[in-house]
């Protein structure tokens, strides 16, 4: 327990010990003045009375605010919640917007790199035609050459 309730709780105790150990004193009836009037009544348990009803107000007081504190802490926490959770889906929208950017940059490399094999390729190949034709010519002029004479 917490030193604030033991201590309302010992005052309390002391409070009761006091009114048991008096008794006598605070139901011994007495004039008592209300204005227009005098009344016999007891002070001690009147005063007594108003003691109770007036700590009885105060505890239902502390009551209702805990009870409003606790909503309120509820809402909070709610409200906390559904921010985490769009914070979440915004973060989660971040990494697939990412990983869509990504697939896109190297689906655009691979393209690039194919068109770049592609170009590769065919000049390679023209190439190897240009360098087939020149052999072709030179092989031509080495038979002419080599048939020129003797014929």
């Known amino acids: 327990m917490k030193i604030r309730t033991l201590t309302l709780l010992a005052v309390w105790l002391l409070l009761g010990l006091f009114a048991a150990l008096n008794w006598q ?17 007891p002070l001690g348990l009147i005063l007594l009375g108003a003691t109770v ?3 009885g107000l105060f505890l239902f007081y502390i009551v209702f605010q805990q009870a409003h504190l606790l909503v ?3 809402r909070f926490t709610k409200e906390l919640q559904s921010q985490r959770e769009l914070a979440d889906q915004a973060e989660a929208s971040r990494f ?3 990983q869509s950017r ?6 655009q490399q691979e393209t690039a790199r194919q068109a770049g094999e592609q170009r ?10 240009e360098l087939s034709a020149h052999l072709a010519e030179m092989e031509d002029k ?7 004479p003797a014929s």
């Open 120 to 129: 590769l390729l065919a000049r390679t190949e023209e190439a190897v035609r």
């Open 142 to 148: 080495l038979d002419r050459s080599l048939q020129g």
């Open 25 to 41: 004193a605070l139901s011994a009836p007495t004039a008592l003045s209300l204005g227009l009037m005098q009344i016999q009544a």
């Open 96 to 98: 697939t917007a990412l």
């Open 53 to 55: 009803l007036i700590s």
């Open 72 to 74: 309120e802490t509820r």
């Open 102 to 107: 990504l697939e896109a940059l190297v689906q």
